[in-house]
C-alpha cells in the first residue's frame, strides 16, 4: 500500500510561480513511476508529468519549458515546479503513483491561475 498527500497549491496570478510536493508513505520503494495529473471543471483527468524512478521525465506538450517534475526515492517524494502559470493551468492537481501494478492517487491539491 502507498499513501500520497500533495502540499503546494494555491492561487497565483498569470506568469507568477508555484511548486506542489507530493509525499508517499507506505511502500515507497515499490514505487515505479510517479506523476502529476490534473482536472478542470467539466474536463478529465489528464498527464501533466511523469517521471520514472531512473528520473527519465514526460511532459504534456502544454507545459513544456514551464513546468519541471523531480523526484527523491529515498524520501518518496515528487514535486512540480510550474513556472509561467496561465489561467489555463488552472485545475485540481493529483499526485499520482504505480507501486506493484496498481495505482495509487493523492486527494488533489486546488492551482488556481487568475489572469
Known amino acids: 500500500q502507498v499513501q500520497l498527500v500533495e502540499s503546494g497549491g494555491g492561487l497565483v496570478q498569470a506568469g507568477g510561480s508555484l511548486t506542489l510536493s507530493c509525499a508517499a508513505s507506505g511502500s515507497i520503494f515499490s514505487v515505479s513511476t510517479m506523476g502529476w495529473y490534473r482536472q478542470a471543471p467539466g474536463s478529465q483527468r489528464d498527464t501533466v508529468a511523469t517521471?520514472?524512478?531512473?528520473?527519465?521525465?514526460n511532459y504534456v506538450d502544454s507545459v513544456k519549458g514551464r513546468f519541471t517534475i523531480s523526484r527523491d526515492n529515498a524520501k518518496g517524494t515528487v514535486s512540480l515546479q510550474m513556472n509561467s502559470l496561465k489561467p489555463e493551468d488552472t485545475a485540481v492537481y493529483y499526485c499520482?503513483?504505480?507501486?506493484?501494478?496498481?495505482?495509487?492517487w493523492g486527494q488533489g491539491t486546488q492551482v488556481t491561475v487568475s489572469s
Open positions: 499520482y503513483a504505480v507501486a506493484y501494478g496498481r495505482d495509487y
Open positions: 517521471i520514472t524512478r531512473g528520473g527519465r521525465t
